[in-house]
Every structure is written in structure tokens, then in C-alpha cells.
């Protein structure tokens, strides 16, 4: 019911900063939340951050805290993820993730009924 694009992966450099967006798709006039999550080699998927869409109210994982920002835009059905000071460990596959079913704003993958298909950020030291 919901189709879900990701883009703005790249190649930077420790410190540096890039933007996420994801584009929704679908039947989004019932969104509850939206997240990111990144998934490195090795290593279970993590929650990023996740936003409200209607309130806009955010969270955020400790690691990425003060660094990372999620917004959105309801009109156009847009989620971002803007990282800022980027650094080697945020290395990793970024998923954006929607649900419809829940109330409030779920911290967890398994709350999540829509994944996109991933894009990678690659930061060196």
C-alpha cells in the first residue's frame, strides 16, 4: 500500500554531512510515524530516528543525538534525514520505514509495516 524510495547515499569524508530523503508513495493520507534505520556489515538494523507525521514531534538513537535531524514534509510526502559531523561508524545501509497501523511513534523495526530499499553511506577517516 505504501511504496517507499530512498536517496542521497554517497562516498564523504569524517566531518562532513549529507542529506536522506525519502519518497512516499502510495496510500500515505494515513501515516502515523516514519524512521530511519541503518543496517552496517555484520550487524543488526538500528533504529536512527523517527518522526511523528503529525505532530512532527522527533526521536533519536544516543549515537546519532545532536548530529542527525528528521523532518518532513506532509505535503509532499517526504521524510529527511539531514547528518551532520559524520564519522567512520555511521557506515552503513540507511532504510526509511513507515507506519500506519500504530499509535504514537514506534522506536523499534518491528513496528514498521513499509521499508524502502535502502541507500548507502559510505564515510571515511
Known amino acids: 500500500q505504501v511504496q517507499l524510495v530512498e536517496s542521497g547515499g554517497g562516498l564523504v569524508q569524517a566531518g562532513d554531512s549529507l542529506r536522506l530523503s525519502c519518497i512516499a508513495a502510495g496510500r500515505t493520507f494515513s501515516t502515523n510515524a516514519m524512521g530511519w534505520f541503518r543496517q552496517a556489515p555484520g550487524k543488526e538494523r538500528e533504529f536512527v530516528g523517527a518522526i511523528s507525521w503529525r505532530s512532527a514531534g522527533t526521536y533519536y538513537a544516543e549515537s546519532v543525538k545532536g548530529r542527525f535531524t528528521i523532518s518532513r514534509d506532509n505535503a509532499k510526502s517526504i521524510l529527511y534525514l539531514q547528518m551532520n559531523s559524520l564519522r567512520p561508524e555511521d557506515t552503513a545501509v540507511y532504510y526509511c520505514?513507515?507506519?500506519?497501523?500504530?499509535?504514537?511513534?514506534?522506536?523499534?523495526?518491528?513496528?514498521?509495516?513499509?521499508w524502502g530499499q535502502g541507500t548507502q553511506v559510505t564515510v571515511s577517516s
Open positions: 520505514a513507515a507506519d500506519r497501523r500504530g499509535v504514537g511513534v514506534p522506536l523499534t523495526s518491528a513496528r514498521y509495516e513499509y
